[in-house]
């Protein structure tokens, strides 16, 4: 995509550097837009363990030209598989084949590395240290130095508990979903699940309490071990082994592995916006549409969502930069929405005594129109998603 009028000689000032404020703060550069992104830890830092980027979130990927660098190494699994709480298999999705959805998992600290490096060398200043406590509809910014500013754009990237996002009374709702997950990182090792299963991507249930067990390299191991939040030793960190132990007997090596091994645990969440924008303000990422993982999209969706926005303001065409706000989320919020409902939902089978989920979900798996409703953004082709001339490939 050429630098347009629309876009030259704009200037955005990008709160947050997670993976949405990273991809809005990188298109936006490479359209041509003068980008500052401020971050407010002393460097931009991964958070968590491993991650699933979904085929939306691949394709943003390319487009930013940052594909390669965030999928080397990668794990490609050929299948993702819920196990019930007697290790039977009760849902398959093959993935990664021609035809077939396309997802792979990767260590979250290499993705936003891959990130950075764009933003960079598109010619974003990353401002490490600075922390933004007013973004104001228009466009003026003040950062807890006092240092003031005043942008073309402001894109709020700052996560679930943003303040600048409140201060602008864009909430709508905002709900704990009542569980949660420890996530951390073990060596990869033979043994924690069969030989032909190792490298899966798979979900085992038991009670209320779910293990996910996930291969982001060769050589490591994320793990998911998913709790409701009252659940004293399924949320405690470190990890209560021989509770987990007795729930999924099958898995102890797996579960010994995690002893002593530094995890985080947190709270999911679910929000809505009255808007995604106010003035010349736009909200994106996890505090705008923050989901529970188990469809595996906030990545995605913040990636896509990111996307759209720098496309929808860089395009030639008639409209300032509130209409054009208007217009990106009138496209891009039915998706986001859609899968954050889907996510919402998939909670519930927690709440499922064993027999009955394992018949449910075996039900699920034939469905094709559970399968397809739930997969909508996994198999979208993001706004903007062409390559930029001049990005890398």
């Given at each position: 995509?050429?630098?347009?009028?629309?876009?030259?000689?704009?200037?955005?000032?990008?709160?947050?550097?997670?993976?949405?404020?990273?991809?809005?703060?990188?298109?936006?550069?490479?359209?041509?837009?003068s980008?500052?992104?401020?971050e407010?830890?002393?460097?931009?830092?991964?958070?968590?363990?491993?991650?699933?980027?979904?085929?939306?979130?691949?394709?943003?990927?390319?487009?930013?030209?940052?594909?390669?660098?965030?999928?080397?190494g990668?794990?490609?699994?050929?299948?993702?598989?819920?196990?019930?709480h007697?290790?039977?298999?009760?849902?398959?999705?093959?993935?990664?084949?021609?035809g077939?959805?396309e997802?792979?998992?990767?260590?979250?600290?290499r993705?936003?590395?891959?990130?950075?490096?764009?933003?960079?060398?598109?010619?974003?200043?990353?401002a490490?240290?600075?922390?933004?406590?007013?973004?104001?509809?228009?466009g003026?910014?003040?950062?807890?130095?006092?240092?003031?500013?005043?942008?073309?754009l402001?894109?709020?990237?700052?996560?679930?508990?943003?303040?600048?996002?409140?201060?602008?009374?864009?909430?709508?709702?905002?709900?704990r979903?009542?569980?949660?997950a420890?996530r951390l990182?073990?060596?990869?090792?033979?043994?924690?699940?069969?030989?032909?299963?190792?490298d899966?991507?798979?979900?085992?249930?038991?009670?209320?309490?779910?293990v996910?067990?996930?291969?982001?390299?060769?050589?490591?191991?994320?793990?998911?071990l998913?709790?409701?939040?009252d659940?004293a030793?399924g949320?405690?960190?470190?990890?209560?082994?021989?509770?987990?132990?007795?729930?999924?007997?099958?898995?102890e090596?797996?579960?010994?592995?995690?002893?002593?091994?530094?995890?985080?645990?947190d709270?999911?969440e679910?929000l809505?916006?009255?808007?995604?924008?106010?003035?010349?303000v736009?909200?994106?990422?996890?505090?705008?549409?923050?989901?529970?993982?188990?469809?595996?999209?906030?990545?995605a969706?913040?990636?896509?969502?990111?996307?759209?926005?720098?496309?929808?303001?860089?395009?030639?065409?008639?409209?300032?930069?509130?209409?054009?706000?208007a217009a990106?989320?009138?496209?891009e919020?039915p998706?986001?929405?859609?899968t954050?409902?889907?996510?919402?939902?998939?909670?519930?089978?927690?709440?499922?005594?064993?027999?009955?989920?394992?018949?449910?979900?075996?039900?699920a798996?034939?469905?094709?129109?559970?399968?397809?409703?739930?997969?909508?953004?996994?198999?979208?082709?993001?706004?903007?998603?062409?390559?930029?001339?001049?990005?890398?490939?």
């Amino acid at each position: 995509m050429a630098i347009t009028p629309s876009a030259a000689g704009r200037r955005a000032e990008i709160v947050g550097g997670g993976i949405s404020g990273l991809t809005a703060a990188t298109a936006l550069a490479q359209r041509g837009w003068s980008v500052r992104l401020h971050e407010r830890n002393e460097r931009i830092r991964a958070f968590g363990a491993g991650i699933y980027v979904w085929g939306n979130g691949l394709r943003a990927l390319r487009a930013l030209g940052r594909y390669e660098q965030a999928v080397a190494g990668a794990h490609v699994g050929p299948v993702l598989e819920t196990r019930d709480h007697r290790d039977r298999p009760v849902e398959r999705l093959p993935i990664n084949d021609p035809g077939r959805p396309e997802v792979l998992t990767v260590l979250r600290e290499r993705l936003i590395g891959a990130l950075v490096d764009g933003a960079v060398e598109a010619g974003v200043e990353i401002a490490a240290g600075s922390e933004v406590v007013v973004a104001d509809p228009d466009g003026t910014i003040r950062t807890a130095s006092g240092e003031e500013a005043r942008a073309d754009l402001v894109v709020v990237a700052d996560g679930v508990n943003s303040r600048l996002r409140d201060r602008l009374g864009l909430l709508s709702s905002r709900a704990r979903v009542g569980q949660g997950a420890t996530r951390l990182t073990v060596p990869r090792a033979e043994g924690y699940v069969a030989a032909g299963d190792a490298d899966k991507y798979l979900e085992f249930f038991a009670g209320r309490r779910r293990v996910l067990y996930t291969p982001s390299s060769a050589d490591e191991l994320y793990v998911a071990l998913v709790a409701d939040e009252d659940d004293a030793a399924g949320r405690r960190v470190p990890v209560d082994v021989d509770a987990w132990v007795r729930s999924f007997p099958h898995l102890e090596r797996l579960l010994r592995a995690c002893a002593g091994v530094d995890g985080r645990w947190d709270a999911f969440e679910f929000l809505t916006l009255r808007a995604w924008s106010r003035g010349r303000v736009a909200v994106t990422g996890d505090a705008a549409h923050a989901q529970p993982p188990y469809l595996g999209q906030g990545g995605a969706c913040a990636m896509m969502g990111a996307l759209g926005l720098a496309d929808a303001l860089s395009r030639e065409g008639a409209g300032g930069i509130e209409e054009r706000l208007a217009a990106w989320e009138e496209r891009e919020r039915p998706l986001i929405e859609h899968t954050q409902q889907w996510s919402y939902r998939l909670r519930l089978l927690n709440r499922v005594p064993d027999a009955p989920r394992s018949s449910l979900l075996s039900l699920a798996g034939r469905c094709r129109t559970f399968g397809t409703s739930r997969l909508r953004a996994a198999m979208a082709v993001p706004t903007g998603a062409e390559p930029v001339a001049g990005s890398a490939a």
